[in-house]
Every structure is written in C-alpha cells, then in structure tokens.
C-alpha cells in the first residue's frame, strides 16, 4: 500500500495509533510501580523480557549485526535502562515526579547527538534542554518529592542509559525494531533475572504471593508494552516523518500522572506542578526543534536533486 503522502493529516487509523500508544505508555508507567511495589524491581524486570522473549523468538533469525557494535546498545537499552527504571519505581512513594524525569531522555539523546556524532543543536533545543533539567531540579526541591529523590535521580540516569544507546544506534546497522526488542529481551531476561537472585531477597516466595493483578501488570508490560506499542511506532514512522509523530507522545506523563493523583495517591502541590510543566515545556522544545531541524534537512535534500 502507498504511503499517504508527508505533508498530508493524519488518517483517522494514525490517530488511533498514537493515541494507543500514549495510553498503553501510560500506563504502563502506573503498572510498573503497582508491580514493584510487590515484586523485586530486577525481577520484574527480568520478567517481562522472558515473556516478550517467547512472543518475539521468530524475529530472532539471521543475519544478525556484529556483537562488538549491537552488543552495547543491548545493555543499555535494556537490562542497564529497565534495571535502572524498575529499581527507581520500587523505591518512590510518588508516581508523577519520576515519570515526568524520565521524559529527559528526549532532550539528553539531542545533547549526546550533538557531542558524539556532531549532529547540530539549535539555540531552541539548547534551551529546552535547560527549562528540562531545571524543570526536574525545582520539581525535587518540594518537600513532598524531596523523598524520592533517590528515585527522581535514578529516573535521570535511566534516560541517559536510554538516549545513549538511541544515539549508539544511530551508528549501527539497521535492524528492524521487532528484531532489536527479540535481542534486547535476550540478553535483558538472563541479566536481569540473574541479579534478582543475586542481590534481591525472598525473590520466589513473593513471586508465589503475588496475586493475579499483579502478574497482570507484568504481562501487560511484555505484551502491550514491549511489542504492541512498538509494533504501533514503527507502523507510524514507516508512514510519516518521526519529528511529526514523536511530539505528541509528550502526552504520555499527563495519563502516568493522572493515574497517579487520581488513582494512587500521589499528592499534587503548585512546586511540582510547576517543575513537571517546565520539563515537559523544555522537551517540547527540544522536540520540536529537532522536527524543524529534519524538515530543513530533507527541503535541502530535495533541492539538491
């Protein structure tokens, strides 16, 4: 089927796809913590890469990219960044602050861009970067998140494992994203799994606990998450432009945080207000610089043909 053309809306199948995508990110965030808050974090972990690792074993198929140059990119994008992530999850009280620090890795992988493959960055992008990180610094001096900072700053460190191995694979051969989740989830179930027998405590005994929501959570975390709404984006961005499409998952902390107040307890005061609109207005500047930067890029491509 041709694909409709770059300039054109979107089709009312594309909206759905984003707004499928928002939700299952979402939520997933609110699941994360449902289930670390009964599980080992490593272990849930290790988990969802087992589960989405028996649905994606048909894309584990040759050829496969040198170990040397896919290697790193495994480890970041997956047991370093999960672990991180999960870990940070078990130790907050509050949902909204580390879900809105994880959205530093928009404008980190724009930073690491700029320093490690010479990509440009435009004063707007800068900027943003700066309104984010200081959105996030103003977001943990409330009282009320000056407890999870331990978590909010592991939340920031998850990014940069995150927007790491994005720009590591900027630089790599070209594998498909359902055959990178396959590889990422091979090596990120061993790893992870290993370090929850490793350094957790009790891991069997609160896995034979935990109830049926629980387990539910972690499976919607392989299934929804981990495959469906990455099946959803790469779907889009065969379509259209990813500086048209990756905007609007900014969306995504909005639904994390609304379950969170709405649902989870999380108390919202005007600081944290205030520092989560300044991060989330910070990456969207260094989003939508980045879109004007591609859109510069292919009207000067084309001008040269």
Request: proline share 7%.
């Given at each position: ?28 965030n ?8 009964v599980?080992p ?100 001096l ?5 407890g ?37 989830s ?120």
């Amino acid at each position: 089927m041709t694909s409709p053309s770059s300039k054109s809306p979107f089709v009312l199948a594309e909206w759905a796809a984003i707004a499928a995508i928002i939700i299952v990110w979402g939520v997933n965030n609110a699941a994360a913590k449902l289930a670390t808050d009964v599980l080992p974090p490593f272990f849930v972990g290790g988990v969802r890469f087992a589960i989405a690792l028996l649905v994606l074993i048909p894309f584990l198929k040759p050829p496969f990219p040198p170990l040397r140059q896919v290697g790193p990119i495994l480890l970041l994008l997956g047991p370093l960044h999960f672990g991180l992530i999960y870990y940070g999850f078990s130790i907050v009280k509050n949902l909204s602050p580390l879900v809105v620090s994880l959205q530093l890795w928009i404008p980190m992988t724009a930073f690491f861009a700029w320093r490690l493959l010479g990509e440009t960055m435009s004063r707007s992008g800068l900027a943003g970067m700066i309104v984010a990180f200081a959105g996030v610094a103003w977001m943990s001096l409330d009282p009320r998140a000056a407890g999870d900072l331990p978590g909010i700053l592991i939340g920031v460190l998850a990014s940069a494992m995150w927007a790491l191995g994005t720009v590591w694979v900027r630089r790599s051969p070209a594998v498909t994203p359902l055959k990178m989740q396959a590889l990422t989830s091979l090596i990120g179930a061993p790893a992870l799994l290993a370090a929850s027998f490793l350094f957790e405590d009790d891991v069997l005994h609160k896995a034979a606990s935990a109830g049926w929501m629980i387990w539910g959570t972690v499976v919607w975390a392989a299934l929804a998450s981990t495959i469906g709404a990455s099946a959803l984006l790469f779907w889009l961005v065969q379509r259209r432009e990813p500086g048209r499409v990756t905007p609007w998952f900014l969306l995504t902390p909005l639904v994390s945080c609304g379950i969170g107040i709405g649902l989870m307890g999380d108390q919202l005061t005007p600081q944290l207000a205030l520092g989560g609109a300044a991060t989330l207005v910070g990456v969207a500047l260094v989003a939508l610089s980045e879109q004007r930067a591609a859109a510069a890029a292919a009207s000067a491509a084309s001008a040269q043909l």
